[in-house]
């Protein structure tokens, strides 16, 4: 491929790699990861409320990483309350999962960081054959997709396998008990599965731009030299 493409495709994914990292730094400080709603079982099941009434019994929730906000409804009027992970709910909650959680993103961050910066370097510099050149650009955007792929699962399961979103509207409720009526993921989980993507596609952008994939060269040359070796 001429150079000039070779540049525009490096310069395409150094962006692509430095979105994704003010994307997921942008992601990791919100609170829009999960987004719910809460009843409030007990005080539905003392006036027996079904239909419109019980709206008067569903909260609303919302958290990321660090904080959240929850409105807690049971048939008085919401009261909305402001809560944080760290120190009000390390007890309740997987605090290893949520601290892993924290980290793939800080090192998603990080390397999305190093691979823009790299690939800048590959489209205007000389590009090294060691970590700067294309087996480096393929190291940094396999780790940025496996730490993306990792926060999904590790949060995904967080929420659905643990019910943290039940176990934060409980957290203090001596007389009444919270259920989850209806939750999703929001906008900054979905930014992480495009950050992913994105470095995915970074991949296939190195293999456009003629770079082999690391190691193919490698398996190449040890399959000709034992072809020599049988021959002598």
């Given at each position: 491929?001429?150079?000039?493409?070779k540049k525009?495709?490096?310069?395409t994914?150094g962006?692509?790699?430095l979105?994704?990292?003010?994307?997921?730094?942008?992601?990791?400080?919100?609170?829009?990861?999960?987004r719910?709603?809460?009843?409030?079982?007990?005080?539905?099941?003392?006036?027996?409320?079904?239909g419109?009434?019980?709206?008067?019994?569903?909260?609303?929730?919302q958290?990321?990483?660090?904080?959240?906000?929850?409105?807690r409804?049971?048939g008085l009027?919401?009261?909305?309350?402001?809560?944080?992970?760290?120190p009000?709910?390390?007890?309740?909650?997987?605090a290893?999962?949520h601290v892993?959680?924290?980290?793939?993103?800080?090192?998603?961050?990080?390397f999305?960081?190093?691979?823009?910066?790299?690939?800048?370097?590959?489209a205007?510099?000389?590009?090294?054959?060691?970590?700067?050149?294309p087996?480096?650009?393929?190291?940094?955007s396999?780790?940025?997709?496996s730490?993306?792929?990792l926060?999904?699962?590790l949060?995904?399961?967080?929420?659905k396998?643990?019910?943290l979103?039940?176990?934060?509207a409980?957290?203090k409720?001596?007389?009444?008990?919270f259920?989850?009526?209806s939750e999703?993921?929001?906008n900054?989980?979905?930014?992480?599965?495009?950050?992913?993507?994105?470095?995915?596609?970074?991949?296939?952008?190195?293999?456009?731009a003629?770079?082999?994939?690391p190691?193919?060269?490698?398996?190449?040359?040890?399959?000709?030299?034992g072809a020599?070796d049988?021959?002598?």
């Amino acid at each position: 491929m001429p150079a000039p493409q070779k540049k525009l495709l490096f310069c395409t994914a150094g962006l692509l790699s430095l979105g994704c990292a003010l994307g997921a730094a942008a992601a990791v400080g919100s609170q829009l990861w999960v987004r719910g709603s809460i009843l409030c079982s007990t005080g539905a099941l003392l006036v027996n409320a079904s239909g419109p009434e019980l709206h008067k019994f569903i909260g609303a929730i919302q958290y990321g990483l660090f904080s959240g906000q929850r409105v807690r409804q049971c048939g008085l009027g919401g009261r909305p309350l402001q809560f944080s992970f760290f120190p009000d709910l390390l007890r309740i909650i997987p605090a290893s999962i949520h601290v892993s959680v924290i980290l793939f993103c800080t090192v998603l961050i990080v390397f999305a960081l190093v691979g823009a910066g790299f690939f800048m370097f590959n489209a205007f510099g000389s590009p090294y054959e060691t970590l700067h050149g294309p087996v480096g650009l393929y190291l940094w955007s396999f780790i940025s997709c496996s730490c993306g792929c990792l926060i999904m699962i590790l949060f995904s399961s967080e929420v659905k396998i643990h019910h943290l979103s039940e176990k934060i509207a409980n957290f203090k409720e001596g007389t009444f008990t919270f259920k989850t009526h209806s939750e999703q993921f929001a906008n900054s989980f979905w930014t992480i599965l495009v950050c992913s993507v994105v470095h995915f596609l970074n991949a296939l952008l190195i293999r456009f731009a003629g770079f082999e994939f690391p190691f193919s060269k490698s398996e190449e040359s040890g399959t000709i030299t034992g072809a020599v070796d049988l021959m002598y």
